[in-house]
């Protein structure tokens, strides 16, 4: 069973940028679907971004297009979130997780309940 560990948050000013890793372990990585999702405090979680097994289609909410770039190496079992021109409403928990639906697949879910694998988190937080 793969198993995925976000590194790379942290505290950045506004308009600054960070770049999240995904790790993950075990063979079950390379053909799936790939997503980022977030969570601030006392809301729900929502999706980020995603990324088909290939790399050839991504996805972003609308909130973050032109600012965030999602991409894989799947030789090296990582998947990366770019983030760039950052807001204070990005603060929030990421996560990245495994489409199980997105199988050597063109298309990647938006809805995390398509999704099996989560990490642990990693807390970005931008100040104004």
């Known amino acids: 069973q793969v198993q995925l560990v976000e590194s790379g948050g942290g505290l950045v000013q506004a308009g600054g940028s960070l770049r999240l890793s995904c790790a993950a372990s075990?063979?079950?990585?390379?053909?799936?679907?790939m997503g980022w999702f977030r969570q601030a405090p006392g809301k729900e979680r929502e999706f980020v971004a995603a990324?088909?097994?290939?790399?050839?289609?991504?996805y972003y909410t609308d909130s973050v297009k032109g600012r965030f770039t999602i991409s894989r190496d799947n030789a090296k079992n990582m998947a990366y979130l770019q983030m760039s021109s950052l807001k204070p409403e990005d603060t929030a928990v990421y996560y990245c997780?495994?489409?199980?639906?997105?199988?050597?697949?063109?298309?990647?879910?938006?809805?995390?309940?398509?999704?099996?694998?989560w990490g642990q988190g990693t807390q970005v937080t931008v100040s104004s």
């Open positions: 997780a495994r489409d199980n639906s997105a199988y050597y697949s063109d298309y990647v879910s938006r809805s995390p309940v398509r999704y099996d694998v």
């Open positions: 990324v088909t097994w290939n790399g050839g289609n991504t």
């Open positions: 075990g063979r079950a990585f390379s053909g799936y679907g």
